[in-house]
């Protein structure tokens, strides 16, 4: 996943709306996101590689995503894959500070993670400013630290506002937005180490190419009656769809609530 917005506790209807794209290389395998067998209160894709997550939501209204940290050059290889964290946090969830102390940071390669509770949202990574709790408020990621102002970040967390700005939030505009393809022009591309053609190419929301892009976009809402809307659109490498799998559901925080 490298772009994401994200509007926290800020909405007068939801506590989490959450729009990503997940950027991998297409050879790498990985599973539709659907209720994990072994773990049925588990909502995630699935890297089928090792067998991690990407984004993911319990029934119990947890939510967690990772994405990496760009690194020129690449660290030595990781003893565990990111995507460890979120599927472990979804497994046993806490709240996000207490399970976020728990981490062996020197385990992973360079990572930013996202946690969410019911009631606090936390911010994770293992390059700079190590952890941070959320405040209120429309926050961006993408590969390197929280709200880092790239360009394609700046220019999502824009259009991400104005798709909430209401009331009611349309799951298609965010869709929408999260179909950009724009690059950004060559004056304002971030200087990571990368080619400058590989620049250019990432500085997009939307990635098109035959090795690597855009292979999920995500939207998640959680509103303030703990009802749950996740939508995912897969696409192949010339960024044509390629699978669409939606979910609809309470949590059961509501129904514990409802039941009382």
């Known amino acids: 996943m490298c772009l994401l917005v994200f509007a926290w506790q800020s909405h007068p209807r939801y506590r989490l709306v959450l729009a990503g794209n997940r950027d991998e290389f297409h ?20 890297d089928l590689e090792a067998g991690g997550a990407w984004l993911g939501v319990s029934r119990g209204g947890f939510a967690a995503v990772v994405t990496n940290y760009r690194e020129t050059p ?53 390059r700079g400013q190590r952890d941070l709790a959320l405040a209120p408020g429309v926050h961006g990621l993408s590969n390197h630290r929280l709200d880092t102002p790239w360009p394609k970040l700046t220019r999502a ?14 799951p298609e505009d965010l869709f929408e937005l999260l179909a950009d393809r724009q690059s950004a022009p060559p004056e304002a591309l971030p200087r ?34 703990n009802r749950v809307f996740f939508q995912e659109r897969r696409f192949d490498p010339n960024g044509e769809p390629a699978g669409n799998a939606s979910f609809e559901f309470c949590t059961k925080t509501a129904k514990t609530a409802k039941e009382q």
């Not at 050879?27 to 894709?45: I, K, N, S, V």
């Not at 190419?201 to 098109?208: D, G, K, Q, R």
């Open 74 to 126: 690449a660290t030595e290889p990781a003893r565990r894959s990111r995507g460890d964290l979120v599927a472990g946090f979804l497994r046993q969830p806490d709240e996000p500070d207490r399970w976020a102390a728990s981490i062996d940071e020197t385990l992973f390669a360079g990572f930013n993670l996202l946690l969410f509770s019911p009631a606090a949202g936390h911010y994770l990574s293992n």
């Open 27 to 46: 050879q790498r395998p990985a599973a539709a996101a659907t209720w994990w067998p072994e773990h049925p209160d588990l909502l995630a894709g699935r």
């Open 157 to 170: 967390r824009e259009g991400f506002e104005s798709c909430i700005r209401d009331d009611q939030i349309n």
């Open 192 to 225: 990571t180490g990368l080619p400058d053609d590989w620049e250019r190419l990432l500085s997009a929301a939307f990635i098109v190419h035959p090795a690597y892009g855009t292979r999920a976009s995500t939207v998640l809402m959680i509103d303030n009656d």
